[in-house]
């Protein structure tokens, strides 16, 4: 069974400031990764995904992510956050089933 | 339309009442997805439609809980005897192979709230 673990509910950081959200997941064969922000009262917007290739994945508004095999690790990574970033942020794997896997979102908190 | 539309927008309604929320994919989209997601918590898989394929029902948490959609077009889903545990936000996604293999396209969901 697949499975996704987002280890931090709720992450705080400065404006400008660097931002890592730390994604794990578990999957049997090589996964489908993906990440998705969701901003107050909106759906979810796909930030970038993985499928194969370039294990460095270069997203919309600034993101990217790397998938580390070898940790079983998907962690999106941005260099300079603005406020505008505030929202939360789930985490996606999926793969044959066609049903994708969430984890239970981190929450980015951003002080000016 | 552009992207994946969901109606009503909010719901208030007493418990033990029927609702039906509705969910407009993406034209040509031949998956649709339904997630609740609880305040505060991640998506939780309700249901999935392929095509003209059976659905994947596994993940309705009663029989309370159905879902119907005519050929690749509108979805409901139908929540019958509302109790107050089903306040939730109810999100709808569409996908499509041709866009790009499982990226999921969001509705900005239903705000279910049962008093």
């Known amino acids: 069974a697949q499975s996704v673990t987002q280890p931090d509910i709720h992450i705080t950081v400065s404006e400008g400031a660097s931002l890592e959200l730390r994604c794990n997941y578990s999957?049997?064969?090589?996964?489908?990764l993906f990440w998705y922000v969701q901003s107050p009262g909106q759906g979810l917007q796909l930030l970038l995904k993985y499928f194969s290739g370039d294990t460095l994945v270069q997203g919309i508004k600034g993101f990217e992510a790397e998938f580390k095999r070898s940790q079983s690790s998907f962690n999106l990574r941005k260099p300079s956050v603005h406020w505008s970033d505030a929202a939360e942020y789930f985490c996606a794997v999926g793969g044959g089933s066609y049903i994708p896997t969430f984890g239970r979102g981190t929450s980015l908190i951003v002080h000016p | 339309g552009a992207g994946v539309s969901q109606s009503p927008s909010n719901k208030v309604t007493e418990k033990g009442k029927d609702v039906e929320l509705r969910c407009d994919p993406i034209s040509g989209h031949t998956a649709l997805y339904w997630y609740r997601q609880r305040l505060g918590q991640g998506l939780e898989f309700l249901i999935y439609f392929q095509g003209n394929s059976a659905p994947d029902k596994s993940g309705l948490p009663s029989d309370r809980f159905s879902a119907e959609r005519t050929g690749e077009s509108v979805s409901t889903l139908t929540i019958q005897r509302t109790q107050q545990e089903d306040s939730a936000v109810y999100l709808c996604?569409?996908?499509?192979?041709?866009?790009?293999?499982?990226?999921?396209?969001f509705g900005p969901g239903t705000r279910l709230l049962v008093l």
């Open positions: 999957y049997g064969a090589t996964p489908y």
């Open positions: 996604a569409s996908s499509s192979p041709l866009a790009g293999g499982e990226t999921q396209y």
